[in-house]
C-alpha cells in the first residue's frame, strides 16, 4: 500500500495563502486545503483545524487557535433534561465544519451567502469608467467584472436571465456599443424591438470586432479560460 503523501510545509508553493484584508478569498483558501486533505489523506479534525492555521501568519494564527471550535471538546451541556435528575456533563465534540464556519464568522464579507447584491451589480453599471470603454480590452474587463457578480446572482436566484441580459447593454457606453450594434443587426435580425441581446451574442459580436481589427491586439485569448453564461 502507498504512503500517504504528508502535508507540505507552510511556504511550499503548493500551500494555500489567505491574508485577513481580503476576506472574500477565505472560501478559497479552505477549498484548496480541502483539496490537499483529499490528497494527503487526512481525515482526523484535529488534525484539520491544526493544518489550518500553519498556511497563515502568526496573527491570524492565534486569532484562529483562540477559537472554542478549536478545541477538540469545549462545550458542555447535561445528559439529562428536567424533569430527570441532571447527569454528569457531556463534551460536545467540535468538529473542523464547526470550527471552518467560526472562522469564517470572524470575517465580515467571507461568507458565501451574501457574497453580492444587486446593488453591487447597480454600481458597476453606473460607473462612469464604463463610458469611456472603446476598445475591446475595455469591454473584456467590463465583461469580467459584471459575469463575476451577475452569475452569482444569477446561480442563488435573485437575478432573472432576461434581466442579466439587460442589464449588460446598460452597462455599455457610448463608445462601443454603435460597433456592436452594427453587428447585432447583421447577426441577429429578428430581435424584437425592446427584447434585448443575450450577453452571449453581444460578447460574440465582440470577438467577431475584435477579429476583424489586429491593432486591437489586447483583446486575443481573452475568452478562452472564461465561463458562458
Known sequence: MATPKAMPAPGHSTVPSFLSSDPQELDCFFDELEFLFTACNVTNDGDKKRHATRYVN?????????????????DVVPAAVPPAPAGPAVAVPQTYDMYKAAVIRLYPGASTENRYSIEDLNRLIQNPWNQ???????????????????????????????????????????????????????????????????????????????????????????????EEM
Open 58 to 74: 502568526f496573527n491570524t494564527s492565534e486569532q484562529w487557535r483562540s477559537l472554542e471550535q478549536y478545541k477538540a471538546h469545549i
Open 132 to 226: 469611456q470603454i472603446k476598445s475591446i480590452g475595455d469591454f473584456a474587463h467590463y465583461y469580467r467584472q459584471f459575469f463575476q457578480i451577475s452569475w452569482w446572482l444569477t446561480k442563488n436566484d435573485q437575478l432573472g436571465t432576461l434581466e442579466r441580459d439587460r442589464l449588460f447593454k446598460n452597462g455599455l457606453g457610448a463608445g462601443i456599443w454603435p460597433q456592436l450594434q452594427s453587428r447585432l443587426n447583421i447577426s441577429h435580425p429578428t430581435i424584437r424591438p425592446g427584447e434585448p441581446y443575450t450577453i452571449q451574442q453581444i460578447k460574440e459580436a465582440a470577438e467577431f470586432n475584435g477579429r476583424l481589427d489586429p491593432a486591437k491586439h489586447l483583446y486575443r485569448a481573452i475568452w478562452k479560460a472564461g
